[in-house]
């Protein structure tokens, strides 16, 4: 698998903060199946931007310690934009880094309590200049939320959405859980990312999303997300859409020890 959003350069942003963190988290990736990663640190405009030089050296310096542990997994420099309307220029330049440093998908993030007036104008100009915008968990931002119709009208405009993995098992609480729900339901799902800050404390994190993520679009639709279409970003193949199979109902528990406690299950239909 590929995993196309997470913070494993030490101390670029608020990831890992260390090579020693990074290796551990590196080894928590490949336990649970990931091959490769994207590394895509927070960038953003003006005094406290982070050069393509500075990710690609960290990223280089990662990958040397991995190869000489003997850890299989390449990490490919990336970043998370978050989206500022100097944006497009910056693009134009050569300052801002790709999804894998190589085509032209571009992870960018929005703020967290408010959308800008700006950012379908910069939308817009990415892709006039050729570009694919990227929203990373368009399932968190609570103003986007309660608006299915802006989300529907974005991905209909060409932008695309990476589901954060976490979401899935109600990490983030039960809001960003349905949304992402309905955006798998609704096809409008690209590609996937962990963004992860950290080393789990789990050995093997991320399993039970994985098989939440089965669930819901099959194994094919599963290795379209995983697999596919992260692929086709770094080779500019054709991104596929998922079929969806079942979505996840809330339901009591019964018997007792479990009176009244609320869990997950999976409802196919
Ligand atoms: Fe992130």
Redesign the pocket.
């Known amino acids: 698998m590929i995993d196309t959003?997470l913070?494993i350069l030490p101390s670029l942003d608020d990831g890992v903060r260390d090579f020693e963190e990074a290796i551990t988290l590196a080894r928590q990736l490949v336990q649970v199946g990931y091959t490769q990663v994207i590394a895509?640190p927070?960038v953003l405009g003006g005094k406290s931007f982070l050069s393509p030089e500075i990710i690609r050296k960290s990223v280089e310096q990662l990958n040397k310690i991995l190869r000489e542990q003997e850890i299989p997994l390449e990490v490919l420099p990336g970043a998370?934009i978050y989206l500022f309307p100097q944006l497009p220029r910056y693009v134009k330049e050569g300052r801002i880094l790709t999804l894998g440093g190589q085509g032209k998908y571009l992870l960018v993030?929005l703020p967290v309590l408010s959308l800008p007036h700006y950012v379908e104008k910069v939308f817009f100009e990415l892709q006039v200049a050729g570009y694919h915008p990227v929203l990373?968990h368009p399932e968190r931002y609570s103003y986007i939320m309660n608006d299915r119709a802006l989300l529907e009208h974005w991905a209909g405009s060409g932008v695309l959405y990476q589901l954060n993995l976490r979401s899935l098992s109600g990490r983030y609480g039960s809001g960003p859980k349905e949304v992402a729900l309905w955006l798998l339901k609704h096809h409008m799902i690209s590609l996937v990312g962990t963004?992860t800050h950290h080393p789990s404390l789990e050995n093997e994190p991320f399993l039970r999303e994985l098989a939440l993520l089965g669930d819901s679009l099959g194994e094919d639709g599963k290795d379209i997300l995983m697999q596919r279409n992260p692929r086709a970003v770094l080779t500019q193949g054709a991104i596929q859409r998922t079929e969806f199979q079942g979505e996840f109902i809330r339901t009591k528990s019964r018997g007792k020890g479990n009176s009244g406690k609320k869990r997950w299950r999976l409802n196919f239909f």
């Open positions: 959003h913070h895509t927070h998370e993030e990373a963004d």
